[in-house]
């Protein structure tokens, strides 16, 4: 099992992350939701960076070339910018995402500016350090995560108080806020004890990759089926 996961770990998160984007993509291009195509952007983005930070496993290895050279010789080596870029656009379009979810004017005054908050906090952090290049935020996944769901409360607070909960199992946002609401609870666990990981506790390491792997399949395939019965239901 441990070898299974580490040969087809990547290529199965990725085909899943595609599939998703992909049928969220056919349903925007169907239906012309702009809630929803704010969603295949974020989609799209994830999609993107997974595969443009596999460059990095290059950067192991020892090639005559003057590119390759100047690249692992540069702060580009890692990849952590990316994924620090990925961050803030994350916040960025998801805040987004649910503000064009909400109708309440002080909801989504609230996102604007925790969204704000997020962005001049981890800006700050990285003009005043060199975490940029080699590192992220401190507990960047966690607070990425706590954003998040305050987003999806107050989302299903104002569910709650309009008559569009008398037909929230028919809303496709109400599936896809769920969702992702409870992958954060499943993984964000895993990124707190991130330190057993960094000691390469092998029983831990395992565990870790084994519950992201499930986490990731079961969340892109929630959010494929979603949208692949939403087109189907507008066909």
């Known amino acids: 099992m441990n070898e299974f996961l580490e040969n087809y770990y990547t290529l199965i998160t990725y085909v899943v992350e595609i599939l998703a984007a992909i049928s969220c993509s056919v349903y925007v291009y169907k239906s012309q939701d702009k809630a929803s195509r704010l969603f295949a952007y974020f989609l799209w983005l994830t999609v993107f960076v997974e595969n443009l930070s596999l460059y990095a496993r290059f950067m192991q290895n020892n090639y005559d070339n003057e590119l390759f050279i100047l690249i692992k010789n540069s702060p580009f080596c890692s990849n952590h910018w990316l994924y620090n870029i990925r961050s803030l656009v ?53 607070l990425r995560s706590l954003v998040i769901v305050f987003f999806g409360c107050l989302y299903y607070l104002e569910l709650l108080k309009s008559d569009r909960i008398l037909e929230f199992h028919k809303s496709k946002h109400f599936y896809i806020c769920s969702t992702m609401l409870l992958w954060s609870l499943v993984v964000t666990p895993l990124f707190v004890f991130s330190d057993y990981y960094r000691l390469a506790n092998p029983n831990f390491i395992y565990i870790r990759q084994l519950i992201l792997l499930c986490s990731n399949i079961v969340m892109y395939l929630c959010f494929t089926i979603v949208f692949l019965v939403s087109f189907f239901k507008i066909k």
Request: zero cysteines; a positive charge.
């Open 90 to 142: 994350v916040i960025i379009i998801l805040g987004a995402y649910f503000r064009r979810l909400i109708t309440k004017i002080s909801f989504q005054k609230s996102i604007k500016l925790l969204v704000i908050i997020y962005l001049v906090f981890s800006l700050v952090y990285f003009a005043f350090s060199d975490a940029f290049f080699y590192n992220g935020i401190p507990y960047n996944f966690m």
